[in-house]
């Protein structure tokens, strides 16, 4: 069993920044065993990728809209997942889920992930 818990969001204006955290626990594998990966789901719409990190932390993935300004990083130590989000803007508006995927490499597909966070809401006033 896995547990992933989101904090750190909240409402800010344009231009603002936000560091999403996601503390996992389990009892089967370690943190380190697991590929993490940050999605949204803006109002009306699908949920989508944002960031990925592979398990060991040296290689990452952006979403094409947040690339120069979110980055995904992990503390193994920590068993935590981060997700900087500097330059906001009001399309950033969402809630943001944490997963955690069995594969170790970068997981771009939410079809991979076996576990998710609860959910948190990120907005982004103009």
């Known amino acids: 069993q896995v547990h992933l818990v989101e904090s750190g969001a909240g409402l800010v204006q344009t231009g603002d920044s936000l560091r999403l955290s996601c503390v996992f626990s389990?009892?089967?594998?370690?943190?380190?065993?697991?590929?993490m990966g940050w999605f949204r789901q803006p109002p009306g719409k699908e949920r989508e990728f944002v960031a990925a990190?592979?398990?060991?932390?040296?290689?990452?993935a952006l979403a094409d809209s947040v690339k120069g300004r979110f980055t995904i990083s992990r503390d193994n130590a920590k068993n935590t997942a981060f997700l900087q989000m500097n330059s906001l803007k009001p399309e950033d508006t969402a809630v943001y889920y944490c997963?955690?995927?069995?594969?170790?490499?970068?997981?771009?597909?939410?079809?991979?992930?076996?576990?998710w966070g609860q959910g948190t809401q990120v907005t982004v006033s103009s």
């Open positions: 389990g009892r089967k594998y370690p943190f380190a065993d697991y590929g």
């Open positions: 990190i592979d398990s060991g932390g040296g290689d990452t």
């Open positions: 997963g955690a995927s069995e594969y170790t490499i970068v997981v771009v597909d939410a079809t991979l992930y076996n576990y």
